[in-house]
């Protein structure tokens, strides 16, 4: 099982929202991360968890939280949006250690209305 | 801090041709990983190609390989037999440890078009 799961696929969300994205992989790797992907622009760095413990936040709003509830699992709960908010929320996941690559799931959309 | 450059933002090659793709990058590490990822309109990010920084043996996958520069810290890919599934965005990674956690840092990416 090569797969970085993300659900849902899209999203739409009003301001005063509350909603999650989720993330899984059963590929026993210990980093997961959330990248945000504008339109025709490279995926940003948000959060890195590390042995399901935060090791970089890049200063995203705190209306995205994240949680990692077991090495499985990764979560982006979004509360109070914004429109410009709207982009494509990547998870990924990696080995800690070694040269292996980071694999993605398929993202998903999020629009804010 | 690390950085990446792709400078051609649109690249376009015939079917069955070969394109080359370029990257730099800055950094005042010895270690590190490079990377070439494909995204193709159904958004997923894959793996096309990596190189470790300590092998000076180009790294080759298929019709993919790169030519790898230490010095210059120069990474581009090189696309053989250009085929119409490899039309995508084509970003550079540079994978770094930060804080004893991994981040990766992605060029702005180059859009691949391959005509018929």
């Known amino acids: 099982d090569t797969e970085v799961t993300q659900t849902p696929k899209h999203l739409v969300m009003g301001m005063t929202n509350k909603k999650s994205l989720k993330c899984e992989q059963h590929?026993?790797?210990?980093?997961m991360y959330w990248y945000k992907q504008k339109a025709k622009k490279p995926p940003e760095l948000m959060f890195v968890y590390s042995y399901e413990k935060l090791s970089i936040n890049e200063s995203v709003p705190s209306r995205f939280s994240p949680e990692c509830p077991n090495s499985s699992l990764l979560n982006l709960h979004l509360h109070a949006l914004q429109p410009e908010d709207s982009a494509l929320y990547l998870c990924?996941?990696?080995?800690?250690?070694?040269?292996?690559?980071?694999?993605f799931g398929q993202g998903t959309r999020l629009t804010v209305v | 801090a690390q950085t990446v450059t792709q400078s051609q933002p649109e690249m376009s090659v015939q079917e069955a041709e070969t394109v080359t793709l370029s990257c730099t990058y800055d950094t005042s590490e010895s270690d590190y990983y490079l990377f070439w990822y494909k995204q193709p309109p159904s958004r997923q990010m894959i793996l096309v190609i990596r190189?470790?920084?300590?092998?000076?043996q180009n790294a080759t996958e298929n019709r993919f390989s790169v030519n790898f520069q230490k010095a210059a810290k120069s990474f581009s890919l090189k696309i053989s037999d250009s085929q119409l599934g490899d039309a995508a965005m084509y970003f550079c990674a540079y994978r770094s440890f930060q804080g004893g956690s991994e981040k990766l840092v992605f060029g702005k990416g180059t859009k691949l078009t391959v005509n018929p």
């Open positions: 990924a996941s990696s080995r800690r250690e070694g040269n292996t690559e980071a694999f």
């Open positions: 590929m026993g790797h210990r980093a």
């Open positions: 190189q470790e920084a300590y092998k000076q």
